[in-house]
Every structure is written in C-alpha cells, then in structure tokens.
C-alpha cells in the first residue's frame, strides 16, 4: 500500500457539536447517507463520534424503536399530536444531546500516517472511520473504510 492519510482522507468533512440533539445527528446522517460524524468543539477539535450505531443503540435502550412501531395500534380517535408514543420516541430524540450518547475516546490520525497505520487501525479497532487531525489536533479529514479500498485500488 502506498499513500498518506493526507492523500487519502476527504477534506469536507460533515461534522456535529456536542450540544446538538441526536435528533439532528440521525437527520445528517440519512441526508447524506453515512454512518458517522466526528463530534467537534467550537475549535473544530474532535471530542467524540457518533454513529449509527450509538443511535441505534440509545433508541433501544430508550424503547424509541418499541414506541414508534406501536403507534399504529392507537385509536383513531385519539389526539395523534399529543398521544402518540411515535411522537414521544422522536421527541426523546430531540431533547437528548449528541454529547450524551457519543463515543469519547476517539482514535485519531495524524496526516502523516500511512496507508498501513490506516489499514491497520481500522482492523484492529473494528472502526469505520477514522478523523484526521492537524499538530494542533484540529479536525482536518475523515478516512473511511471505503476510502482505504479506493486508495488499495489505485483510485485515491
């Protein structure tokens, strides 16, 4: 494998502040169909990830899958607005912070790391991607499983 994080990583990097609701993070990630976002400080320095995953698994644990798959045995002439325990999982999305759910020890890359360190964390880590950070730990790219295979491929 040849090639740096630098020469690898995409550089429009869709990222989300800590005190966003995970309402807005689930949003981000289904309009632009990826499965995680680098979590950024006011200094664009990365302080977590969230993921599908952790969504997924907060609704589980929250019962939000449960609520919103029942909301179809409510009468019909129930005040859907108020009721319905849909709206409740969705509004126990929006009231809870992205901070509360994301991972904190977040693996990072300096520019400088080759395709082999890249390769080699998101193996051993069982990560997906992997935020590039400056000397300054600012966030500067992402690399992501797929972009590893393109740069393999010779198309990076």
């Given amino acids: 494998m040849v090639g740096t994080a630098k020469e690898m990583m995409k550089t429009e990097v869709k990222c989300i502040g800590p005190e966003e609701s995970i309402r807005t993070a689930a949003g ?17 320095r990365v302080v977590g990830i969230i993921s599908s995953s952790d969504i997924v698994k907060f609704s589980g644990q929250s019962h939000i899958v449960t609520l919103v798959g029942s909301s179809g045995w409510i009468s019909p002439y129930t005040d859907i607005a108020a009721m319905t325990s849909m709206n409740k999982g969705f509004e126990l999305l929006g009231k809870k912070m992205v901070k509360d759910i994301m991972t904190r020890k977040v693996i990072t890359v300096p520019q400088t790391a080759t395709a082999d360190e890249v390769a080699r964390l998101l193996a051993r880590k069982k990560i997906n991607r992997l935020p590039v950070t400056d000397e300054k730990g600012v966030l500067v790219g992402i690399i992501t499983r797929t972009d590893l295979i393109a740069a393999m491929a010779g198309g990076a």
Wanted: no cysteine; hydrophobic share 40%; glycine share 6%.
């Fill in 28 to 44: 981000m990630l289904a309009e632009h169909h990826i499965s995680g976002l680098p979590v950024v400080d006011e200094n664009r």
